[in-house]
């Protein structure tokens, strides 16, 4: 198979036609921009799993790049032109934005908080204000307004699913891309290595911020909520 792209935690293949791809997700596990990284066998699996029935469970709410499962850490989905942002919506405040403005953690957003951020190693996804984006030309309005329901619109199912499931979504990130005619589309993944999930009731962590802050073993972790969703 052509490999398209080796990124941290997944290797994009060419698929089977030229306006596909295979999504393969691997064992490895990073934070901090990869300064921390390990190798976690069976973390590929989960993380593929955990997105495969979510984008399913999605697919007549959010127009999204999934077609179809094709193995046990791997599936078939559009080739799109990504957009160099990342789409951030937050239930609940922790993370980069408690250290970047001070809120107290676990404070609720009603409405949730939908953010921006540029996709860029180099600069560290730094956040941005609508004005950056339209002067860097990252996407027009019509996309972020499109990014921004679409955002929402995930964010109001997946929290209503995880909910009675006992888990809290506090936060997750998204990315979109572009098919070669302009339709914008769900992209990339939908697991706790890109959101954050908290017991309802405990408020423990099921989610790679156990591996960023050494909470315990994120294998466990990622295998509760398979189990809660039935996988
Ligand atoms: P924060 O901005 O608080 O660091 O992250 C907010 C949410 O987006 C969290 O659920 C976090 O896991 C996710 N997120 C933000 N940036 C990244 C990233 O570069 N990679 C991954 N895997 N998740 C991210």
Not at 79 to 103: C, D, F, M, W
Not at 115 to 129: G, M, T, V
Not at 156 to 184: H, N, S, V
Request: aromatic fraction near 10%; glycine fraction near 6%; proline fraction near 5%.
């Amino acid at each position: 198979m052509q490999t398209l792209y080796n990124g941290k935690a997944k290797t994009l293949f060419a698929g089977p036609s030229p306006d596909t791809i295979i999504i393969f997700f691997k064992d490895t596990v990073t934070a901090g921009n990869g300064v921390k990284h390990a190798t976690i066998p069976g973390k590929g699996a989960l993380t593929a799993q955990i997105s495969i029935k979510l984008f399913e469970m999605l697919k007549d709410s959010v127009p999204s790049h999934y077609i179809k499962k094709l193995d046990a850490q791997s599936f078939l989905a559009k080739k799109l032109q990504i957009l160099p942002l990342e789409v951030v919506v937050r239930n609940y405040a922790t993370g980069s934005i408690v250290k970047r403005l001070g809120l107290p953690r676990g404070q609720a957003f009603q409405p949730p908080l939908v953010e921006f951020f540029y996709k860029s190693d180099a600069l560290h996804d730094p956040l941005l204000c609508l004005a950056h984006i339209q002067a860097l030309g990252l996407a027009t309005p019509h996309e972020l307004a499109q990014m921004e329901t679409y955002a929402r619109h995930t964010n109001a199912l997946l929290t209503d699913y995880f909910w009675a499931l006992g888990l809290k979504l506090i936060d997750m990130k998204l990315e979109f891309g572009k098919t070669p005619d302009g339709t914008l589309l769900l992209a990339d993944e939908l697991s706790p290595d890109t959101m954050r999930l908290w017991d309802a009731r405990t408020h423990e962590s099921f989610d790679k911020d156990v591996f960023r802050e050494d909470k315990g073993d994120l294998l466990t972790a990622y295998r509760e909520v398979a189990r809660r969703m039935g996988l």
